[in-house]
Each structure stands twice: as structure tokens, then as C-alpha cells.
């Protein structure tokens, strides 16, 4: 009878396990290593390209809050010769053709700002936020966003209204006639023959109008006092994320 010998395969020593293992780990960590970094980078170029947007937004805004207070300036001070003229106890002809000037310059008019709120709104809705690493720049950006709130919200609502108060107190001492835009689309002022005169000239009526108008000038003023300290403001951002960011 034959009797078969198995072979034995030598047996692998404890120390090729552990080099199969340190090798395993070694790869598993370095893929790690490496997605960590991709993330990283993405997270690093996506935190950039707010800051540049951010900066290109600052930079519209500070044009559009220049337009705007060159026109309230032109409107504040229209509107305080306006109140000067209406203190009169009575007005000759070519004054009250200056009080009808006067109402087509400066009544029913609020000129505001329309942030550019592109990046804000991403940062804000998407968590973005938190992508912007640098204290100071995320501070910086968050209190810019709510004084641009403030503005909008609060300083903006209220121009508005003290404008259309205004204009509506008009109505009962101002012939419309007089201050009637053609439907051109030109904002052209139509022309009358006739000689305007007002529709009273009662002194309650007058006052009143005279009052509004004085609140109307008077928000104006506010109004420009904080858009210049948020143009500052703005111009100051922009300076700081081109530091923090070593951007030209």
C-alpha cells in the first residue's frame, strides 16, 4: 500500500503580516491624506472666489452710493429753498412759477440704493459663511451685510414715505396741470398757456406741506449721513480683503 506525503508549504513568519498591515494603513492613510488635501484646496479656492466677488459687490456698491447722494445733495438743497419760499405770507407771479419749478424738481422723488447682494446672499443662505476662515474678513463681511439691511430696511422705507406724505399734502395747493409729465417716456414737463396759481393759499394747508416737506428733507439728510459712512465703510472691506487675501 502506497502512502501518499503531503507537502507542507513553509509557514509565513509573524513579521510579513505586520508589513502587509503597515503597508495596508500606509496606502489607506495616504489616500486619506490626499482627499483631505483636494478638500482642502477646493474649500481654500472656493473661499477665494467669495472674496473676490465680495470685493467686486463692494466696488458697485460704492458706485451706486455715490450716485445716490449726489442726487439726495441736489434734493436736500432744492427742497430747503423750496421750505424757504413757502414761509412767505403771500408770493408774487414769478414766485409762484418758482413754487411750480420747485414741485417738479424736488417732490415725489427718493432715490435709493440697490446693494449688490449677490455674494451676501450666498455666503448667508448656503453656509458659505463658513468657508471664510479669516475672523476678521467673516466680522467684517456680516456687519457690512446688516448696515446694508439697516439702510434697506429701516433708513430706505422711510425716505419713501416721507416723500409720498409729501406729495400727497401737495395735492390741495398745487394744480396738477402745472406739473404734468407728456407720455413720452422722456419725462418731459408739459406746457400751459395759462399762468399757474395755486389752489389756496391757506395757511393751515401751506404749514402742513411746509411740515411734511421739512421731515422729507430731513430723512434725506439722515439717509446721506449713513450711506457715507457705509461707502467708507465699503471702501475700508475692500482694503481689507485684498490685504488678508494678498489680492492686487
Not at 26 to 34: K, P, R
Not at 138 to 155: C, G, K, P, R, V
Request: aromatic share 12%.
Amino acid at each position: 500500500m502506497e502512502v501518499h506525503h503531503h507537502s507542507h508549504s513553509s509557514r509565513k513568519k509573524w513579521t510579513h503580516y505586520l508589513w502587509e498591515f503597515i503597508m495596508l494603513f500606509l496606502a489607506v492613510f495616504c489616500g486619506f491624506l490626499a482627499e483631505y488635501q483636494l478638500e482642502h484646496k477646493i474649500e481654500k479656492d472656493k473661499e477665494r472666489q467669495y472674496i473676490q466677488s465680495m470685493i467686486q459687490d463692494l466696488a458697485v456698491d460704492t458706485l451706486a452710493i455715490d450716485k445716490v447722494i449726489e442726487e439726495n445733495m441736489f434734493q436736500i438743497r432744492g427742497k430747503d429753498s423750496f421750505i424757504l419760499l413757502l414761509d412767505k405770507t403771500s408770493w408774487t407771479k414769478d414766485e409762484v412759477r418758482q413754487l411750480y419749478d420747485l414741485h417738479w424738481k424736488y417732490i415725489g422723488y427718493a432715490s435709493v440704493v440697490p446693494f449688490a447682494k449677490r455674494t451676501i446672499n450666498q455666503l448667508m443662505n448656503s453656509g458659505g459663511l463658513r468657508t471664510i476662515r479669516n475672523k476678521a474678513a467673516s466680522d467684517s463681511i456680516t456687519l457690512y451685510a446688516a448696515e446694508s439691511q439697516f439702510i434697506e430696511n429701516i433708513l430706505q422705507t422711510s425716505i419713501i414715505k416721507f416723500s409720498d406724505e409729501a406729495l400727497s399734502n401737495s395735492a390741495a395747493i398745487f394744480d396738477n396741470r402745472f406739473i404734468r409729465f407728456l407720455p413720452n417716456l422722456a419725462r418731459e414737463r408739459a406746457t400751459v398757456a395759462e399762468e399757474p396759481f395755486l389752489l389756496t393759499q391757506d395757511r393751515e394747508k401751506i404749514k402742513q406741506f411746509a411740515f411734511m416737506l421739512e421731515q422729507d428733507k430731513d430723512g434725506i439728510i439722515g439717509f446721506t449721513i449713513a450711506l457715507k459712512r457705509q461707502r467708507a465703510f465699503a471702501k475700508m472691506l475692500i482694503e481689507l480683503l485684498k490685504e488678508e487675501y494678498h489680492l492686487k
